[in-house]
């Protein structure tokens, strides 16, 4: 890849946003951060509360921080259908921040790298086609944490319409799954520091909620997988 300036300024770019990501990690009480803006959020913005639970998750995935204390934070403060809602809303903004970040800063230099690779190609191509249906599928079995793929779907040639669609959809049983969970919980505490320490009973509630969820998309992700596999 020839040197040009844009490109320097994207890689520059990139190296500082990772740099960053290190040190806030490794030197901010990211938990007290988290618990203290839950509790603005009870304590202070009354019927905007779920609007700045939604609005938190952009920054927090394009710094691939965990937002999973977020959608239990949406379970506990909110309850079931008005946190799910917004942890569903907040992640798919989320998601696409980072994913139009990605693609801004990182996808010409990938692409760059990578367009030789013959592996590479077939990926791109296949996805060029039937980039929704890959993406759901990768959304509904997250083989890959949420952040990694965020960014690792901005450098391909899916559309931000069907990534954000099916981003939306994919992540649906496990935001269920996680904003339940949250609605068990007795304290803020256990939102941002205990909140592994749950009952097995609780863990078990979760998961059929997450199970009867995707079951119900079996077949149509099925079908997907197949008609992919056919084309490709």
């Known amino acids: ?29 990211v938990e007290k951060l988290l618990k203290d803006f839950l ?29 999973s204390v977020l959608t239990l934070g949406g379970g506990y403060l909110f309850g079931l259908p008005i946190g799910f809602v917004a942890d569903s809303v907040g992640a798919t903004l989320g998601s ?38 890959i993406c759901l599928l990768l959304r509904l079995a997250p083989l890959l944490p949420f952040s990694m793929l965020n960014y690792l779907l901005s450098v391909t040639p899916i559309r931000l319409g069907p990534y ?5 959809l994919g992540m649906m049983p496990i935001t269920l799954a996680l904003v339940y969970v949250g609605t068990t919980l007795k304290d803020l505490s256990d939102v941002t520091h205990k909140w592994s320490e749950f009952s097995p009973g609780r863990w078990v509630r979760s998961t059929q909620i997450l199970i009867t969820f995707s079951a119900s998309c079996f077949n149509l992700y099925s079908d997907l997988f197949s008609a992919i596999c056919r084309r490709s």
Not at 1 to 24: D, E, K, N, P
């Open 1 to 29: 890849m020839a040197f040009t300036w844009g490109s320097a300024l994207r890689i520059s770019v990139l190296l500082i946003l990772v740099a960053a990501i290190v040190l806030a990690c490794y030197f901010l009480p």
């Open 96 to 133: 696409g921040a980072a994913f139009l970040l990605g693609r801004t800063i990182g996808k010409p230099f990938v692409v760059a790298k990578l367009k030789d690779y013959p592996q590479f190609q077939s990926v791109a191509l296949a996805i060029e086609k039937s980039g929704f249906k």
């Open 39 to 67: 509790l603005w959020v009870e304590q202070d913005l009354g019927p905007w509360g779920p609007f700045a639970l939604a609005v938190a998750y952009i920054p927090l995935t394009v710094l691939a921080v965990p937002a």
């Open 164 to 168: 954000l669609l099916s981003s939306w």
